[in-house]
């Protein structure tokens, strides 16, 4: 493949001789033009994001001074725990009897969104199974005579004793895949290490890919594994489920987030989701609990939305010029793992709708509304702690440093408002670090770059 590069345009095409790829925001491949634009950071495949991260961790490294030391956050509680979460995936396929429990407060994101697609797919396979047996039944029960009566009888007994055969090997950390009707996707590969098979490759290949198995000891081989596809939406249900209920019934809630709730009722409301009940928030929970309960289990993740590597980064954005802090505040949520940068996404997007509700206003019928005074630097107020901060303080710690606690607090929120403000700019990846992407992923793998490249053009018309 070669590579050409027309000066005075963006056109870049693709031959047959690889060269390193310049800088360009258009690409032609295969007589057909790309023009890269601005995406969401979700649209892009799970290979192309973690790509992203490294291109973004050396354009700090080069461009910004931050006065800090950088680096990528990776889930170490998580690797750290591995081995024995194999121990206990193990021990639950011995005791077949003892239910899997989704727990959803305390434990790391990631974990949080695996249970969450773990009892989701057990589920899933459950109603698959009992459609089954009932077809199964069903087909049978126009031949009445005693023969086929018995038959039916041993059939149901001999179903009823292979049905939890699927479940048996259900855990928490490795959940089954799902069929091929509930993939994510469209009609694409899956890895790099398909593109080496024939075309049938495309629908064959899919397999989930979840959080916990995104991560492996070489680069090369972690590559292999990574989709290339975009990911699903790492969103815990939880945070998803108290954000709508808030859009669509609280945003001309005067306090929201202030106001106090009930313990009683948000302890039993935990304690559902803990318990992996399928909670749906209706109209008659009160805003003020739901509220209460998204604040809780941001309060309780062992380590922040943004991340303890990352405190300090995020907090120096605000000694940069005013043009370059957004850019900054943008590379920085790059380097977040997918799991926190999809779920950062979704409570800022929740945060700005609220703040844009704040003031009164008028209705079409001349009626005034009230709005519900919360405006991005009081969400920032309330959320920010909880999202950003280097470790959770004793009362001791607070009152001898209290100055120095105060100034990192006025900066937490402003970082936070920001974000608030800014969020949807701040998860669009612009056309110059797609094209870095694609520099890199050509150097070593000119087939994905290809493939991608191809779905580019294909979404873009």
């Known amino acids: 493949m070669q590579v050409f590069l027309v000066h005075n345009s963006t056109f870049v095409s693709l031959t047959f001789m690889i060269k390193r790829l310049h800088y360009s925001t258009c690409i032609s491949m295969s007589g057909r033009s790309v023009r890269l634009k601005s995406v969401p950071v979700q649209s892009l495949s799970e290979l192309e994001r973690a790509r992203l991260q490294e291109v973004a961790f050396y354009q700090l490294q080069q461009d910004c ?3 800090c030391q950088i680096t990528i956050p990776k889930d170490g509680q ?4 591995s081995l024995r979460k194999k121990l206990d995936s193990l021990g639950k396929e011995k005791n077949r009897d ?3 429990v989704p727990q959803a407060f305390g434990i790391p994101l990631s974990q949080v969104i695996a249970n ?10 459950q109603r698959e199974e009992q459609k089954d047996v009932s077809d199964f039944v069903a087909s049978l029960l126009p031949f009445g005579t005693k023969r086929q009566n018995k038959e ?6 001999s179903l009823s004793s292979t049905s939890e055969t699927p479940n048996e090997s259900t855990s928490p950390n490795t959940p089954e895949p799902a069929p091929r009707a509930r993939r994510r996707g469209a009609m694409s590969v899956d890895s790099i290490t398909d593109l080496d098979d024939n075309q049938s490759r495309l629908l064959e290949a899919l397999q989930l890919s979840l959080p916990a198995e995104a991560q492996s000891k070489k680069e090369k081989a972690r590559d292999k594994k990574l989709s290339l596809n975009p990911i699903y939406r790492q969103v815990p249900r939880l945070v998803d489920s108290c954000c709508q209920h808030l859009e669509k019934h609280g945003l001309q809630t005067v306090g929201i987030f202030r106001v106090g709730s009930s313990k009683k009722r948000v302890r039993q409301l935990r304690e559902e989701f803990d318990r992996g009940v399928d909670v749906v928030l209706e ?3 009160s805003i003020h609990d739901v509220a209460a309960l998204l604040k809780e289990f941001l309060r309780d993740m062992p ?3 943004l991340t303890k590597e990352l405190y300090t980064a995020f907090i120096n954005t605000l000694l940069l010029e005013p043009d370059e802090q957004l850019s900054t505040l943008q590379l920085l949520i790059y380097l977040l793992p997918p799991c926190n940068c999809d779920t950062l996404h979704r409570l800022l997007q929740f945060l700005f709708t609220v703040a844009s509700h704040a003031e009164d206003s008028t209705a079409k019928d001349g009626q005034e509304i009230i709005g519900n005074k919360m405006t991005s630097l009081n969400l920032a107020t309330i959320f920010g702690p909880n999202l950003l901060h280097k470790q959770k303080s004793t009362d001791k710690e607070f009152t001898v440093q209290s100055s120095a606690r105060a100034e990192e607090s006025t900066a937490i929120i402003a970082v936070v408002q920001k974000m608030i403000e800014n969020y949807e700019t701040l998860f669009m990846v612009p056309p110059d670090l797609q094209n870095e992407v694609l520099i890199s992923l050509l150097e070593t793998d000119p087939d994905v770059v290809d493939y991608l490249l191809r779905r580019k053009a294909s979404q873009s018309s």
């Open 283 to 285: 109209e008659e929970h």
């Open 303 to 305: 380590d922040p939305l």
């Open 98 to 100: 003892k239910e899997f």
């Open 65 to 67: 001074d931050l006065g």
């Open 152 to 157: 039916l009888s041993s059939s149901n007994s």
């Open 116 to 125: 969450d697609r773990a009892y989701k797919l057990k589920q899933d396979s």
């Open 78 to 81: 998580k690797r750290k725990k």
